[in-house]
């Protein structure tokens, strides 16, 4: 029987009315009745053997007794949470696996290890929680359990890290004006900050920086925050050199 199955006996006894059985060893035949019963191995940590009697007796009082020999199988454990196949650059990624384990994870604890993921990527042994410093990119992790017979399962994804590209350098001469190129892949909302305050105030992928009215040579620093459809959003920053530009003489003699 698998551990957490369970398994139909079969007990014969010509002439016998009466089948009682003794499944925890105790002697006393009061855990099962009848010639067919079924045997539950829940909560029993496989491999183990188990040993069940019969005690099977016939209209008169006359009894005789037999043993038999389960075998409880080993199970994997299974994994039971999805995986969180999304991060961003501003915050920790983290995903807290569980495992169950059909003999009980008190009979039978699970163990956990990575066989693929960034470098960086770290998984608690005794409590599946995965975290990581997320990196722009995409990234396949493989994540073991392992129940302490050598039972094991996997779980595989894939993480999407938004990551977003102000481009730049860019340089623009004093009175001029440039555009500013945001890039970031499945991103559906770009919007900057052009004034240093903080504040992202201005919606669009590709936007204009204005040097009219700034005295070059000087330089400003341009920060795009852009976010996938999902909230998962990324930040970069670009530096603005503002050339300085000679005067030029309007006036004839």
Do not use: H
């Not at 992928?205 to 459809?229: H, M």
């Not at 998962?232 to 000679?246: G, K, Q, R, Y």
């Amino acid at each position: 029987a698998p551990e957490g199955g369970t398994v139909q006996l079969s007990g014969q006894c010509d002439g016998c009315v009466t089948f009682s059985w003794d499944y925890d060893g105790d002697g006393q035949y009061d855990d099962a009745t009848g010639a067919q019963p079924t045997f539950d191995a829940t909560q029993i940590d496989g491999s183990v053997q188990r040993s069940v009697v019969l005690e099977a007796c016939d209209g008169r009082g006359a009894c005789a007794i037999s043993a038999a020999t389960i075998d409880i199988e080993n199970v994997a454990p299974r994994i039971t949470t999805a995986a969180v196949t999304k991060a961003d650059l501003a915050r920790p990624y983290v995903y807290a696996a569980a495992a169950a384990d059909p003999a009980g994870l008190t009979a039978d604890p699970v163990r956990w290890r990575l066989l693929d993921g960034p470098p960086t990527m770290v998984v608690g042994p005794s409590n599946g929680v995965v975290s990581w410093t997320p990196v722009a990119g995409r990234y396949a992790v493989t994540l073991q359990a392992t129940d302490d017979d050598g039972g094991a399962t996997t779980q595989s994804w894939s993480i999407d890290v938004v990551g977003a590209d102000a481009g730049g350098p860019y340089v623009v001469g004093e009175g001029s004006v440039l555009t500013l190129r945001g890039r970031c892949q499945g991103c559906a909302r770009f919007e900057w900050d052009l004034d240093g305050d903080g504040a992202f105030e201005i919606a669009g992928r590709d936007v204009p920086f204005s040097a009219v009215g700034l005295d070059g040579a000087t330089s400003r620093i341009a920060r795009l925050n852009a976010c996938d459809a999902d909230g998962f959003c990324a930040t970069d920053t670009a530096a603005i050199e503002v050339a300085n530009v000679p005067p030029v003489i309007d006036t004839r003699p």
